[in-house]
């Protein structure tokens, strides 16, 4: 008896192992020794993702929400965290508290600062996508409109409570910001609206 069958590859395919299978793979393209499969397949030239005809192939604000709410929690757990250090470490030396007594007064800074500062970023962070999102649907699109009258409309809501005077530096502030995130991203070539309007002039 042969041992010819050792060297050939695995095959569950009972057609397969007639000659006239194997000289139309021989003929037709080869195939791989290891898993007996044609690597063509694999050579694919299709999309990786599949969009709905007419959808958008980036994230909606309603998506990137999720993303920005939570990067804004930790960047303000950083910053009051470190903030927090550093004013605990300023009030022990003057108490001139030492010890377990100054580890527990810098825990409680950190902590307690860093919590408000993650709260008041997450809370605006909230604010800002909730306006975009409702923006985006009542507009019917999304560009750099909805950003500024996001970034506007939130301001104004924090500071809502503080007094007009306070309410209208919130606004500014929101508006401010908002423009210039747009302006940078203008900048960068990620305005759709902006490349649509240079190509037409």
């Known amino acids: 008896m042969s041992d010819d069958y050792l060297s050939k590859p695995l095959s569950f395919d009972p057609v397969s192992e007639s000659p006239a299978a194997s000289s139309r793979q021989k003929t037709s393209s080869p195939i ?9 397949f694999l050579q694919s030239a299709q999309p990786e993702f599949i969009f709905p005809e ?6 909606g604000r309603f998506e990137l929400a999720f993303s920005q709410i939570g990067s804004s ?4 757990a950083t910053i009051g965290g470190m903030a927090g250090l ?3 470490i300023k009030a022990t030396s003057l108490a001139n508290q030492t010890g377990k007594l100054r580890r527990t007064q810098l825990l409680n ?3 307690k600062q860093g919590s408000a500062t993650a709260n008041t970023l997450g809370t605006i962070a909230v604010m800002y996508s909730g306006f975009g999102v409702l923006m985006q649907w009542a507009r ?4 750099e409109i909805n950003t500024v009258l996001a970034g506007t409309t939130t301001g104004l809501l924090y500071k809502s409570t503080a007094g007009l005077r306070k309410c209208a530096i919130g606004g500014g502030v929101g ?3 908002a423009a210039l995130y747009c302006l940078w991203g203008i900048s960068q070539g ?4 902006f490349n649509d309007y240079k190509q037409f002039m």
């Open 54 to 59: 007419g959808a958008s192939k980036q994230r």
């Open 73 to 76: 929690v930790m960047v303000g």
């Open 175 to 177: 508006f401010t910001l």
């Open 140 to 143: 019917g699109e999304d560009d």
């Open 190 to 193: 990620r305005s759709s609206k």
């Open 32 to 40: 791989s020794p290891y898993l007996n499969y044609d690597p063509r």
């Open 109 to 111: 800074h950190v902590m």
């Open 86 to 88: 550093y004013n605990g």
